[in-house]
């Protein structure tokens, strides 16, 4: 069956990458084929294979163990929000899954990425950059993506009432979407709360000045002298 990176790339949260294929056997021997690489893995479970668009896959819990031997935090966290977004596993079940497989390689990394208290969903590389900045700036974790006054927001600190929103390039380039985000802004400050938008060059190449900026808005939300 598929598996690994080629696998996590059937499954749509992974890009695959080089000309070799990641294949797994259920057999302690296998012929060695050019361009193919073999993992033989007589132990696999039951439920570790299945099969997706008529291809035999290594399910996608099997494929996380598999790629998280293989991939550092950042890529690994990557594939996870993709994984939710595509519906394809979501973060709880699979933190639950690593529950039966204490001891298994590829467990320990997972969960050191899906602790309670660091992991949010993300819908971007942009926002998981903000999310690291944030927490530089002294912020506690956000609510990520939570619906507020009728809108979905990126990130939301209900004990301040802050609202966050990362302007990527690729939505917010338009005269008819930055209008919807100014309407978007008006409800939220209507409603009683502080509303910031920080652009991607913010993010990307003036983070230090958007760090101190959240710093400053945090100290004054929190009451603090």
Known sequence: MLSH?????LWGFEIARGPVIEISVA???ARR?????VHRRPSLEPGDVTTHHGIPVTSPIRTFLDIATQRGPHALECAVNAADKLDVVDPERLRTALDDRSGQPGVAPLRRLLDRSTFRLTDSELE?????LAARSGLPPPVTGARVNGYRVDFFWPALGLVVETD??????????QASDRLR??????????PLRSTHAQV???????EATLAAVAQGLSGVA
Do not use: K, N
């Not at 084929?33 to 690489?37: D, E, L, N, V």
């Not at 998981?128 to 690291?132: I, K, Q, V």
């Not at 802004?185 to 502080?194: C, I, M, P, R, Y």
């Not at 990307?204 to 958007?210: G, N, P």
């Open 5 to 9: 990176g080629d696998a996590a790339a």
């Open 128 to 132: 998981r950059r903000f999310l690291r």
């Open 204 to 210: 990307r190449y003036e983070s230090s000045r958007l």
């Open 185 to 194: 802004d008006q409800v939220h400050t209507a409603a009683g709360l502080t």
């Open 168 to 177: 990527g390039l690729r939505y917010h380039r338009m005269p008819s979407q």
């Open 33 to 37: 084929r050019p361009g193919i690489r």
């Open 27 to 29: 057999a302690s021997s």
